[in-house]
């Protein structure tokens, strides 16, 4: 075996790990965890020690010893914006992780478990293409109230994934082409990529298109009342943002592949409900496409919601006048993990550290 790289990458209910031998996929397994079980923890950080352990579970069920693995691979949390590439985790990130300086993610939780196993066995271990990557031009900070600052916060890991992908197709690199990315999963992004970087990107975590569990942006004053309504907590109002908003809220499912039987079977309200998610997503992609000045090679279509077909055909009728449409259905990110430790590690590309100064943007 070459290079063992064990990747990393916690979503809400499930950790997903893969063992790859150099760029070559051995296994990947989607460990689901209990939801009740995840609810008894005060925050995501407090689920490490429950993860970890059902990672080593995982491997054991596999035959796969820990001792084999040469480097750790993570996906890397909402921590300070940095930019593009991949982090040595060390003891700055996790503080700030701990700490939910830039907000509570699913990923927040994987440096802890990834730096754990990298101590125990005496190995490097790193964050890649953190979902807090930051490379917004400052135009495109300002809200439009004094104090709050638009947030680069995104799919970056799979987004990046995609725009090289497809670049290497053609024999190009990034920074030859302009792409705008639409990432469609539970949460959903839209970013506008000027070559090779980042320069906007609406997430549903804050505004943009809603998607199947958040709401992405809203009527700013009714949103005021119910904050004010005395009925909710604080934490209440973010959950029903963030986690049990978008088609939730409306269907009581996060399953857009349920949500588009029920619309196929006649029901009324699921039809429109992903007719107007499409229309939003077009939207965003149509803004984006203003970012970009109309100069957009291509629109890619990625995520989970991208194996629906059909729900791509609907987006792509509305975006195609601005650009040819993409779709690479799924997510890549296991590999891009992989990949990003095997570069680092034979050294083609830099190791960042996390906390030097010159890293923030
Ligand atoms: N064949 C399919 N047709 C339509 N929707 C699908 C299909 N397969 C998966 N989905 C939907 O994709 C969504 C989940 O996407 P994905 O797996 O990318 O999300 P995640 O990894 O949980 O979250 P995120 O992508 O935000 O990190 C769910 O709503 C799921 O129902
Ligand atoms: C915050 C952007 C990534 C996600 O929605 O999970």
Same mark, same amino acid.
């Given at each position: 075996?070459g290079?063992?790289?064990?990747a990393?990458?916690?979503?809400?209910t499930?950790?997903?790990?893969s063992?790859f031998?150099?760029?070559?996929e051995?296994?990947?397994?989607?460990?689901?965890h209990?939801?009740?079980e995840?609810?008894?923890?005060?925050n995501?950080?407090?689920?490490?020690?429950?993860r970890y352990?059902?990672?080593?579970?995982?491997?054991?069920?596999?035959g796969?010893?820990?001792d084999r693995?040469?480097v750790?691979?993570?996906?890397?949390?909402i921590?300070?914006?940095?930019?593009?590439g991949?982090y040595?985790i060390?003891e700055?990130?996790?503080?700030?992780?701990?700490?939910?300086?830039?907000g509570?993610?699913?990923?927040?939780v994987?440096?802890?478990?990834?730096?754990?196993?990298?101590?125990?066995?005496?190995i490097p271990?790193?964050?890649?293409?953190?979902?807090?990557?930051?490379?917004?031009e400052?135009?495109?900070?300002?809200?439009?109230?004094c104090?709050? &600052?638009?947030?680069?916060?995104?799919? +970056?890991?799979?987004?990046?994934?995609v !725009? #090289?992908? $497809? /670049?290497?197709?053609?024999?190009?690199?990034?920074?030859?082409?302009n792409?705008?990315v639409?990432?469609?999963?539970?949460?959903?992004?839209?970013?506008a990529?000027e070559?090779?970087?980042?320069?906007d990107?609406?997430?549903?975590n804050?505004?943009?298109?809603?998607s199947?569990?958040?709401?992405?942006?809203?009527?700013i004053?009714?949103l005021?009342?119910?904050?004010f309504?005395?009925?909710y907590?604080?934490?209440?109002?973010?959950?029903?943002?963030i986690?049990?908003?978008g088609?939730?809220?409306y269907?009581?499912?996060?399953d857009?592949?349920?949500?588009?039987?029920?619309? &196929?079977?006649?029901?009324k309200?699921? +039809?429109l409900?992903?007719?107007a998610? !499409? #229309?939003? $997503? /077009?939207?965003?992609?149509g803004?984006?496409?203003?970012?970009?000045k109309?100069?957009?090679?291509?629109?890619?279509?990625?995520?989970?919601?991208?194996?629906s077909e059909r729900?791509?055909?609907?987006i792509s009728?509305?975006?195609?006048f601005?650009a040819?449409?993409?779709?690479?259905p799924?997510?890549?990110e296991?590999r891009?993990?992989?990949e990003?430790?095997c570069?680092?590690?034979?050294?083609?590309?830099?190791?960042?550290?996390y906390?030097e100064?010159?890293?923030y943007?």
């Amino acid at each position: 075996m070459g290079l063992c790289i064990l990747a990393i990458n916690p979503g809400s209910t499930s950790t997903k790990i893969s063992v790859f031998d150099g760029e070559e996929e051995v296994f990947t397994e989607n460990i689901v965890h209990d939801y009740e079980e995840l609810k008894k923890f005060k925050n995501v950080i407090e689920q490490q020690d429950y993860r970890y352990e059902a990672i080593l579970k995982a491997l054991k069920e596999k035959g796969f010893s820990l001792d084999r693995i040469d480097v750790v691979a993570a996906r890397g949390g909402i921590m300070r914006p940095v930019k593009a590439g991949t982090y040595r985790i060390n003891e700055s990130m996790l503080e700030d992780l701990k700490n939910a300086v830039g907000g509570e993610h699913a990923s927040n939780v994987s440096a802890f478990i990834a730096h754990r196993i990298a101590k125990e066995k005496g190995i490097p271990a790193f964050v890649v293409d953190p979902v807090s990557v930051d490379e917004m031009e400052d135009v495109a900070r300002i809200s439009g109230l004094c104090g709050i &600052e638009r947030k680069s916060l995104s799919h +970056a890991l799979n987004i990046r994934c995609v !725009v #090289y992908k $497809i /670049a290497q197709e053609l024999g190009k690199t990034p920074a030859e082409l302009n792409f705008i990315v639409a990432h469609l999963g539970g949460g959903i992004s839209i970013a506008a990529i000027e070559r090779g970087r980042m320069v906007d990107v609406e997430s549903a975590n804050c505004e943009g298109p809603f998607s199947p569990e958040r709401t992405g942006g809203l009527p700013i004053l009714e949103l005021v009342e119910l904050c004010f309504s005395g009925k909710y907590t604080k934490e209440e109002i973010k959950r029903k943002l963030i986690q049990e908003g978008g088609l939730y809220s409306y269907l009581g499912t996060k399953d857009v592949k349920e949500v588009e039987e029920r619309a &196929e079977n006649g029901d009324k309200k699921a +039809a429109l409900l992903l007719d107007a998610m !499409v #229309y939003q $997503i /077009a939207k965003g992609i149509g803004e984006m496409a203003t970012v970009l000045k109309g100069e957009v090679d291509f629109i890619v279509l990625t995520g989970g919601i991208t194996k629906s077909e059909r729900i791509c055909d609907a987006i792509s009728e509305r975006v195609k006048f601005i650009a040819p449409v993409r779709r690479i259905p799924g997510e890549e990110e296991m590999r891009a993990l992989a990949e990003a430790a095997c570069r680092v590690m034979e050294g083609k590309e830099e190791i960042l550290c996390y906390g030097e100064e010159r890293q923030y943007v």
